[in-house]
């Protein structure tokens, strides 16, 4: 990992208050691998917000980096407020990545929110490996979806559900991949999200193995402080940022 002061490329709403921002930088595109996270101050020569914020890389392209998220707090409306040409500092890569391999079966993979975005890159990554993927994406409703087309592109089924069902289908799209797992075939599945669509996921108790990418607050993001820790299934202490952020989803507590 290092520390980079970037130049930011482009920064734009590609869904109701979810951007995509995008900077270059060789080392990181050099070096990330689909789950990894990056740690930024969104603001240089101020002391708020004082500390970093988590992003996951979504997806690098040649030697750019884009990383998405939704305006929730102060730090991502300072950072939603960028332009093209603004400096900001980078932390990273950081974290785990995803397995990534040839499964004998299909692949499920699981996204909703900004949970999707570092779904992209696993799946370009998953088909480059020669595996079968469905992919399952949950969105409020029709405004908040995006990289649709892009997931269409890589996957071998693309199921969308909405919270209010003004596209896809209605509800949890937990709900719409348990009624897939008998006919699926699955020997892995993949998933990043909000927590109630985690603790659902797991409830199911799958048969195959399932890893998570977990999103907590953080500061350090590199495992010196106690911000972002769970309990893992015997009440062992975890860091999501160093020991994570994807872990099997059976051996955390949600």
């Known amino acids: 990992m290092k520390l980079l002061d970037v130049e930011i490329a482009e920064n734009k709403m590609i869904a109701n208050g979810i951007y995509l921002l995008s900077f270059e930088s060789d080392y990181l595109a050099n070096t990330f691998k689909p789950g990894n996270f990056v740690n930024i101050l969104v603001e240089k020569d101020s002391i ?3 500390l970093r914020r988590p ?41 785990n990545s995803f397995l990534i391999d040839k499964f004998n079966g299909k692949v499920a993979v699981v996204g909703g929110g900004v949970g999707i975005f570092p779904l ?16 399952f994406l949950g969105f409020r409703s029709r405004s908040d979806l995006f990289f649709v087309e892009e997931f269409k592109e890589l996957s071998d089924n ?27 075939n699955y020997k892995v599945a993949f998933s990043c999200g909000p927590k109630p669509m985690l603790r659902f996921l797991k409830s199911l108790n799958l048969p195959f193995k399932c890893y998570v990418s977990l999103e907590e607050k953080m500061a350090c993001g590199i495992g010196a402080c106690l911000c972002c820790s769970i309990k893992g299934k015997d009440g062992n202490m975890l860091h999501v940022c160093s020991d994570g952020p994807v872990f099997d989803i059976m051996e955390v507590e949600i």
């Open 48 to 50: 708020y917000p004082l």
């Open 55 to 95: 992003f996951s890389i979504s997806f690098v392209k040649e030697n750019k980096v884009f990383i998405g998220y939704k305006v929730v707090g102060k730090g991502t409306q300072i950072l939603s407020q960028k332009k093209k040409g603004d400096s900001i500092n980078v932390l990273g890569p950081l974290g």
């Open 120 to 135: 992209l890159s696993l799946c370009h990554e998953l088909k480059k490996a020669g595996n079968k993927i469905d992919v």
């Open 158 to 184: 693309l199921f969308i559900s909405t919270d209010d069902g003004s596209i896809g289908y209605k509800g949890n799209t937990v709900e719409v991949f348990k009624t897939k797992i008998e006919e699926g």
